[in-house]
């Protein structure tokens, strides 16, 4: 890995990735050992050459417009085991090592948490941790990332 105080220009992989208008790209988490599917975030160029990097996700919030750490307040960091892009460019695969076994900022082990039955979103996934006494008031993730 290299020191990212050291990278001028990116790298020329980054080029290769179809952003959309705002220079982002969805990047879905899924767990390299279950292949579970955790959570969904975005990413810029900086996060995702810092996950690179780093071997930890990076992720870019929209709501807060700056960089975040997964598990920089929850300490449920995502160990990287490989990253992946697909056909057309423009979503990238994370298969992680998920810290602490939550990735969802509700104290679940997934984002996708909720089924659709008989046309109404049910909750199927327990929690396993309370948010609160995971974040306090501070919630990494959480909202529309």
Same mark, same amino acid.
């Given at each position: 890995? #290299?020191?990212?105080?050291?990278?001028?220009?990116?790298?020329?992989?980054?080029?290769?990735?179809?952003?959309?208008?705002?220079? $982002?790209?969805?990047?879905?988490? #899924?767990?390299?050992?279950?292949?579970?599917?955790?959570?969904?975030?975005?990413?810029?160029?900086?996060? $995702?050459?810092?996950?690179?990097?780093?071997?930890?996700?990076?992720?870019?919030?929209?709501?807060? %417009?700056?960089?975040?750490?997964?598990?920089?307040?929850?300490?449920?960091?995502?160990?990287?085991?490989?990253?992946?892009?697909?056909?057309?460019?423009?979503?990238?695969? $994370?298969?992680?090592? #998920?810290? =602490? =076994?939550?990735?969802?900022?509700? =104290?679940? !082990?997934?984002?996708?948490? !909720?089924?659709?039955?008989?046309?109404?979103?049910?909750?199927?996934?327990?929690? $396993?941790?309370?948010?609160?006494?995971?974040? %306090?008031?501070?919630?990494? %993730?959480? %909202?529309?990332?």
């Amino acid at each position: 890995m #290299q020191d990212s105080k050291a990278t001028v220009a990116s790298p020329d992989w980054l080029e290769e990735i179809r952003w959309n208008a705002d220079g $982002l790209v969805p990047a879905i988490a #899924q767990d390299a050992s279950t292949g579970d599917i955790l959570m969904m975030a975005w990413m810029n160029a900086e996060s $995702l050459r810092l996950t690179a990097e780093e071997g930890q996700a990076v992720y870019w919030s929209r709501s807060r %417009g700056k960089l975040w750490r997964k598990g920089e307040t929850s300490g449920h960091q995502q160990v990287i085991s490989e990253i992946r892009l697909d056909c057309d460019d423009d979503v990238i695969l $994370l298969k992680v090592e #998920q810290k =602490g =076994g939550i990735a969802c900022h509700t =104290g679940r !082990r997934s984002c996708f948490y !909720r089924r659709l039955e008989n046309g109404e979103w049910t909750g199927v996934d327990p929690v $396993l941790r309370d948010p609160e006494s995971i974040y %306090g008031n501070k919630q990494e %993730g959480s %909202g529309n990332e």
